[in-house]
């Protein structure tokens, strides 16, 4: 986050508290989020996007990912930002009511919700809900009908479009789960419009995550456009949802574009494919996680050993073991993510040294950074930061090997407070009917 930096000792502090005194406070591992570095990513993709609209004469609504990271406390900083929160289960959409999100702002995503999840969205009076599967729609249709409402809905579109990490590949067929063809897709708008409970508001797609230009976004808007306009015949339709995706830098080799660099390019590009075909721009939503809170986290680890392990020709690896691990980070293991590390409670005057973090799981695929160069002489009881953690790690944190997931603390002004309690053995234990055994507990 913007507010790391080191003092006269080279001790790390995030939003202006020291990681020793956090350590002492808190423990490690430990998800640090920086309050006001959310704050300002929202508001400034809020700004970006609207001010990119605006310039063609309409609104532009950014919802926020909560699959990235959700807790109340954040529901509460980026709602408090202007955002809007897009859930994608029950569970999150419990978190965004809990943290105080106006249900009507709220967007419901995903490809196997439940009878119960759109029951209760439709309850609570929720904003939109983006339909995947014929199936959905009819369930939806009846449970809005028997709830005497007409609820708003989206249609989840397959632009044929899939962003990988730097680049984009265009296929003509998808093979996954997502969405409809835009095929499909004609058909499912035409049967929302024939039902009474239903109405029909917007096409949606996203064509993936950590994105870095705009030329994705660009070629899967032009294709949706297609439909969108095609589909005007049928009746007015107020927004276009483009999703979210937009990367951040985890290692100093990424090089993002800055947002109101993306959402200029990308709104110009939907505005000049709406102006090709004659039609109006419609209010335009996006749906971005990872880069409003992405670079805001920071995990911090003790060092518990150290290991030199000698790749003949090539020199040593220094394998540093943390207290975390895949538990905590799951992005290593999951998808081969690059992170980085830097000694938190010291600098050092030591020759860097190749090493791997590794965590403390029982699986040698459990890496917290693959290559990284740290001074030769860190050592047990260093503290280590692995930035640009607070997009899906804890949101995907397991107790993998039992193991405790760690609390999140947000830090502001110099001030540190817990926004999610960690787990305890206990708690892990108190899931276990066999393990309670009266006094243990
Ligand atoms: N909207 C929809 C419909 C999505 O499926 C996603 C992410 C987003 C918005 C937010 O995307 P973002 O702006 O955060 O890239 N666990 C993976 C990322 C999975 C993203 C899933 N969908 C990772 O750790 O990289």
């Known amino acids: 986050p913007a507010s790391a930096e080191r ?8 939003g202006g508290v020291a990681a020793d005194d956090l350590r002492a406070a808190y423990g490690t591992p430990l998800y640090v989020v920086d309050e006001d570095d959310v704050r300002a990513h929202a508001r400034r993709t809020l700004a970006a996007f609207r001010s990119a609209a605006e310039a063609h004469g309409v609104q532009a609504r950014v919802y926020y990912a909560g699959k990235a990271f959700l807790c109340t406390e954040v529901v509460r900083w980026v709602t408090d930002e202007g955002l809007a929160v897009d859930v994608c289960t029950g569970g999150e959409l419990a978190v965004a009511l809990a943290g105080g999100a106006a249900p009507e702002r709220l967007g419901f995503h995903g490809n196997n919700k439940s009878v119960a999840e759109l029951e209760r969205a439709v309850e609570v009076g929720i904003g939109s809900i983006v339909l ?18 007409v609820q708003p809905v989206l249609v989840r579109v397959n632009s044929g479009v899939h962003a990988e990490t730097h680049d984009f590949l265009a296929t ?23 039902v009474p409970s239903l109405r029909f508001v917007g096409l949606h797609c996203h064509i993936g995550s950590q994105i870095f230009g705009v030329a994705g976004f660009a ?5 949706v456009v297609d439909l969108h306009a095609e589909l005007l015949a049928g009746g007015e339709i107020p927004v276009l949802n483009l999703g979210g995706g937009f990367g951040i830098a985890y290692t100093s080799v990424d090089d993002p574009t800055p947002i109101e660099q993306l959402a200029v390019g990308i709104v110009d590009a939907v505005a000049r494919e709406c102006e090709v075909r004659g039609i109006p721009l419609p209010n335009l939503a996006f749906e971005p996680g990872r880069s409003i809170v992405g670079q805001a986290g920071v995990t911090l680890y003790e060092v518990g050993t150290t290991k030199p392990v000698h790749l003949g020709e090539a020199g040593d690896r220094l394998y540093v073991s943390v207290d975390g691990g895949m538990s905590d980070n799951a992005r290593p293991a999951l998808y081969g993510a690059e992170f980085s590390a830097r000694i938190a409670s010291r600098t050092s005057d030591a020759d860097p040294a190749l090493v791997r973090v590794v965590g403390r799981h029982c699986e040698s695929g459990d890496i917290v950074v693959d290559h990284e160069y740290l001074p030769a002489d860190v050592a047990p009881g260093d503290l280590l930061a692995v930035p640009a953690t607070g997009a899906y790690c804890f949101s995907l944190a397991s107790n993998y090997n039992h193991v405790p997931r760690p609390p999140v603390v947000a830090v502001r002004g ?9 787990e305890t053995i206990d708690d892990l234990l108190a899931r276990d009917p066999g393990a309670a055994t009266e006094g243990e507990m």
């Open 219 to 223: 070629e899967s808007a032009a294709r």
């Open 132 to 149: 995947d599967s014929a199936i959905e729609l009819e369930r939806l249709a009846a449970i809005a009908e028997r709830r005497g409402v």
């Open 414 to 422: 110099g001030k540190a407070r817990v926004i999610v309690r960690g």
């Open 7 to 14: 003092d006269g000792d080279g001790m790390l502090s995030l």
């Open 172 to 194: 003509a067929h998808e093979d996954q789960k997502f969405g409809f063809t835009l095929d499909e897709a004609r058909v499912v708008v035409a049967r929302i419009r024939e």
